[in-house]
């Protein structure tokens, strides 16, 4: 196995092992379509890792990555310093980089950050381009929900890195789940995660992989979206579409169906995945039904099935779901991309206008619907109006009613004319 080979095995390796049990299939049925030999070493890898504890989770020891070809590998970065900051301890780790926290370590302030650096052995061109895109991505972003670029460079010893701001907070989700949030409460969280994608989209930047683990809620509620890994810069004129190299870096579970086939990415693809993480906010599921955790399976589902409606999914909702809400999800999670809302923001606008009472897009525009959103947002004022409505068609009716009786010919009992009516005749004009 060479260098080359030995990267892209490794790779992969590291990105399935961040999966949970039931994704890897699917993950690597989708990173490995065309390679069976490449997936055979992946899971062949991951039959080792276990049967040794997990030791392969962790850097190569010194002198293995050598025998494949690759340069050796410290076995921990804690205590390493990178520019003003030292390495405290990892954070997590993916198939390009590893996170670490680290503190200020020229005594000048106190501060915690979170370091990505490119991993040894991990750092050829392609990847070393991918990273040097996300963090070039991330300096072009400021937004109060999106996690801030600090500063970036190259080690004394080659690896590219770049010090972000540090989140210490809990998946979206998993933020909703303990604060027992209710239905509007987690609806304006979500729209916070919105307007922040909706300002990566203003700078032509497309996440391409939103969903919870990459949301953090801190403890004074505030999201912040991480994870520029695999985002997209969309250009004008240049393909868009997700394959690259063969591989399709992606969570399957809230990709999009054009993600999922390999087509032309957009805006859109994230309105998608936006959907699929409010699906699972309001019901604590996935919005698809599985008969198996196949790859196959799951791209059937995502790419045909229909999914079941949030109110009848969810088993226990914490406000109502039902009407205009199950609307609003089903759109974003339309198959088709120009079916779907046009952007994020559309999406936000009709969750705002949900909030509100008034009309949403996802309903429609008939007439009835209006006047019904229009009688619910204003009850005391329809009301008020009814009353004096239906007052004023009784005055009506009863000024018309003795009117009539006046203009009348009423007869005596004698069968005459009565006085009044006889001195009329005499100020008419004859004829």
Not at 40 to 48: M, R, S, T, Y
């Amino acid at each position: 196995m060479n260098a080359e080979r030995w990267q892209q095995v490794y790779q992969l390796f590291n990105s399935a092992l961040e999966r949970d049990a039931e994704e890897r299939d699917a993950f690597l049925d989708a990173a490995c379509r065309d390679n069976p030999s490449l997936r055979l070493a992946v899971e062949n890898l991951i039959v080792a890792d276990e049967r040794a504890g997990g030791f392969l989770r962790e850097p190569l020891p010194v002198g293995l990555a050598a025998s494949f070809g690759g340069e050796a590998t410290e076995v921990s970065m804690v205590g390493r310093r990178f520019g003003a900051y030292r390495i405290v301890r990892e954070l997590g780790r993916g198939g390009m980089g590893a996170v670490y926290l680290a503190e200020r370590a020229d005594e000048q302030y106190e501060k915690q950050v979170a370091i990505k650096i490119v991993r040894r052995g991990m750092d050829n061109e392609e990847l070393r381009r991918r990273f040097r895109r996300e963090r070039q991505i991330l300096a072009g972003l400021d937004h109060p929900n999106i996690a801030r670029l600090l500063d970036g460079g190259v080690s004394e010893d080659g690896l590219p890195y770049f010090v972000m701001e540090y989140v210490e907070g809990v998946a979206i989700n998993e933020y909703c789940r303990r604060r027992e949030l209710n239905t509007t409460e987690r609806l304006e969280l979500f729209l916070r995660v919105c307007d922040a994608v909706q300002h990566a989209h203003r700078n032509r930047v497309v996440h391409r992989d939103l969903k919870p683990g990459n949301i953090l809620v801190g403890a004074d509620g505030a999201p912040k979206l991480l994870d520029f890994g695999i985002a997209r810069l969309l250009q004008p004129g240049v393909d868009q579409t997700v394959a690259t190299d063969g591989l399709r870096p992606m969570t399957p579970a809230y990709a999009s169906p054009e993600q999922a086939r390999g087509g032309e990415v957009a805006a859109t693809s994230d309105v998608y995945s936006l959907g699929v993480t409010l699906y699972e906010l309001l019901t604590g599921k996935l919005p698809y039904r599985l008969t198996n955790d196949s790859a196959e399976e799951l791209a059937r589902a995502i790419c045909e099935q229909t999914p079941e409606r949030p109110s009848a999914a969810s088993e226990n909702p914490r406000g109502r779901l039902a009407g205009e809400l199950d609307d609003i999800v089903l759109m974003a999670l339309r198959k088709e991309p120009e079916r779907r809302y046009a952007s994020v923001e559309q999406l936000a606008e009709d969750i705002r206008r949900h909030l509100a009472g008034h009309p949403v897009i996802a309903r429609g525009e008939s007439l009835g619907y209006r006047a019904r959103k229009f009688i619910r947002r204003h009850r005391a004022g329809v009301a008020a109006a009814a009353f004096i409505l239906l007052a004023l068609l009784g005055v009506i009716g009863a000024t018309r009613e003795a009117g009539a009786g006046r203009l009348a010919d009423p007869l005596r009992l004698d069968g005459q004319p009565s006085q009044d009516r006889r001195c009329a005749r005499r100020l008419l004009p004859d004829g």
